[in-house]
């Protein structure tokens, strides 16, 4: 079974600050991760994947995650946070197998001016 | 490109009355996935169709719920009753086939009382 596991609930930061979002999986095999946002009153928003290749992968909006095979963690990252970047970030694993991704629990990141 | 569109956006509903939710994949999008995620809780897997065939609904909660999945093109998801633990937002997502990726609508948010 896969699983994905956000330890916090929410994660405060000082605009232009970097800012971490926790994830940790588990899976059968190589994973197929992703981190997905939902700004309020809004879907959820693709950000970026791990499919293969280079450890750290860039997304959207100036985001990034390094997929960490040992720790089998893929934080998000951002060097410099921004109010705007406040919202409900979501971690998904997916097996190699398998079209179902498995999501973690969220984290409320909350940033301020 | 449209994306993924479901409606209604909002559903108050008594104890016991039925509600159906609709979701439109982006055309062309062979896989629909339906979530829901409890106030609080993680994005939990529902069901998952190509085409029009249910191909995982190993996360339905049980035979209160019904999806189908007309002509292959957009998506119906009835409960019936609807309890007070059926509250919730449900998203709809589709993607292609062989794709990594998933486009999620802006979810459900269905209230039961």
């Known amino acids: 079974a896969q699983s994905v596991a956000q330890p916090e609930d929410q994660v405060n930061v000082a605009e232009g600050n970097p800012l971490t979002v926790k994830c940790t999986y588990s899976v059968s095999g190589n994973p197929y991760l992703f981190w997905y946002v939902q700004y309020p009153n809004r879907g959820l928003q693709f950000l970026l994947k791990y499919i293969t290749g280079d450890n750290l992968v860039k997304g959207s909006y100036g985001f990034e995650a390094e997929f960490n095979k040992s720790q089998t963690s893929f934080h998000l990252k951002k060097p410099s946070a921004l109010v705007s970047d406040s919202a409900l970030y979501f971690c998904?694993?997916?097996?190699?197998?398998?079209?179902?991704?498995?999501f973690g629990r969220g984290t409320s990141l909350i940033v301020h001016p | 490109e449209a994306g993924v569109t479901q409606f209604p956006s909002h559903s108050v509903i008594e104890k016991g009355q039925t509600v159906t939710l609709r979701c439109d994949p982006i055309s062309g999008h062979d896989n629909l996935y339906w979530y829901r995620r409890v106030m609080g809780k993680e994005i939990k897997f529902l069901l998952h169709f190509v085409k029009e065939s249910k191909q995982d609904e190993s996360g339905m909660p049980n035979n209160r719920f019904l999806a189908e999945r007309t002509g292959g093109t957009y998506s119906t998801l009835k409960v019936q009753p609807a309890e007070l633990e059926d509250s919730g937002v449900y998203f709809c997502?589709?993607?292609?086939?062989?794709?990594?990726?998933?486009?999620f609508g802006s979810g459900t948010r269905l209230t039961v009382v």
């Open positions: 998904a694993v997916r097996d190699r197998r398998s079209y179902i991704p498995t």
């Open positions: 997502a589709s993607s292609s086939q062989g794709n990594y990726g998933y486009t």
